[in-house]
Nanobody, 124 residues
């Protein structure tokens, strides 16, 4: 199996910054695209930012976070990061990590996995 574990959420004042991390572990041959999604209360889950295994990101930021959030990854650590600056109350949500993984046990297919989520609360 593959596990994704997020960390770094918390409470911050508007204008502040937080950094999220997500580590993938387990039955991994290769981690392809990774992404951060978020879901605010009463709303659908939405894509925040995505990054390919080669590090391409510039086509995959939600308009609402462009210029404020930065996604990056460390392939050696199977880890994706989300640096969030100039946070706004509307950024309040549960943030989820998603990864497309080729498992070591079969190396045939790409599977999508989700983390358990980390809560981000931005006070005004």
């Amino acid at each position: 199996q593959v596990q994704l574990v997020e960390s770094g959420g918390g409470l911050v004042q508007a204008g502040g910054s937080l950094s999220l991390s997500c580590v993938a572990s387990g039955d991994i041959f290769k981690v392809n695209a990774m992404a951060w999604y978020r879901q605010a209360p009463g709303k659908q889950r939405e894509l925040v930012a995505g990054i390919t295994s080669g590090g391409t990101t510039n086509y995959n930021y939600a308009d609402s976070v462009k210029g404020r959030f930065t996604i990056s990854r460390d392939n050696a650590k199977n880890t994706v990061y989300l640096q969030m600056n100039s946070l706004k109350p509307e950024d309040t949500a549960d943030y989820y990590c998603n990864a497309k993984v080729v498992r070591a046990s079969d190396r045939l297919w790409e599977y999508a996995y989700w983390g358990q989520g980390t809560q981000v609360t931005v006070s005004s």
